[in-house]
């Protein structure tokens, strides 16, 4: 079945810092990859949806500035939060979509900013 | 608005039948979705309704009618395993989910 990947699963640095996360489509070419974070007893925030060589598109409230998301090719996006925060702390999920419906989650990646 | 509605907590017994509803409002319906999510790790697929009827898989089965935005996820033979909390989310006419707060289902032995 399709995999998708993330890169590290957690982190943890200092208020600040900018931290980088790698989404990865292992068997396949995802087409549209999404980002998600994932507030405690929330459900999913989606955050952002980019496509392959083209900017992404961010969802209302979701800081283009603070949260770049580079879509390079189609099995590679990156989530970098710049100048992180203790609010960002959350856990991020990427997910891929190939074709119109099958769309395939990473892992997902736990942030703690201290 | 778009809106999605699930319980947010159900407890049930091991070895029994549980039934998680959700109902929806959403601009356009592209498929319904049912993910398995355990602490601390990414959602799982469960199951994908697109037409109005129930969907079985093993243990787990997936009912949909559309006319009335309202789909359940039904769970037999419960096992400990299956404390979880179950996603529901709708794809809307631009082919994006839109995601339920979860129903946390605790299983009791």
């Known amino acids: 079945g399709a995999v998708v990947s993330q890169h590290p699963s957690r982190v943890i640095c200092k208020s600040g810092t900018s931290v980088k996360i790698e989404c990865r489509s292992l068997d396949f070419q995802a087409t549209t990859m999404f980002w998600y974070r994932q507030f405690p007893k929330k459900s999913l925030m989606l955050m952002a949806t980019s496509n392959e060589g083209s900017k992404a598109t961010y969802e209302q409230g979701v800081e283009k500035d603070k949260f770049l998301i580079n879509h390079a090719s189609l099995t590679l996006s990156t989530l970098t939060v710049t100048s992180a925060h203790p609010e960002d702390s959350s856990f991020y999920i990427c997910s891929a979509r190939t074709g119109e419906t099958e769309q395939y989650f990473g892992p997902g990646t736990r942030l703690t900013v201290t | ?109």
């Not at chain 2, 109005?52 to 009912?63: A, H, I, P, Q, Y």
């Not at chain 2, 400990?80 to 989310?89: F, G, H, N, T």
Request: proline share 3%; glycine share 10%; with cysteine.
């Open chain 2, 1 to 109: 608005g778009q809106n999605i509605d699930q319980p947010t907590e159900m407890t049930a017994t091991e070895g029994a039948i549980v039934q998680i509803n959700c109902t929806y409002q959403t601009s356009g319906f592209n498929g319904l979705f049912w993910y398995q999510q355990h602490a601390g790790e990414a959602p799982t697929f469960l199951s994908y309704n697109v037409l109005d009827g129930l969907e079985e898989k093993g243990r787990f089965s997936s009912f949909l009618s559309r006319s009335k935005g309202y789909s359940y996820l039904l769970l037999k033979e419960l096992q400990m395993k299956d404390s979880a909390s179950y996603l529901c989310a709708v794809m809307d006419s631009n082919y994006q989910l839109i995601w339920g707060a979860g129903t946390k289902l605790i299983i009791k032995p």
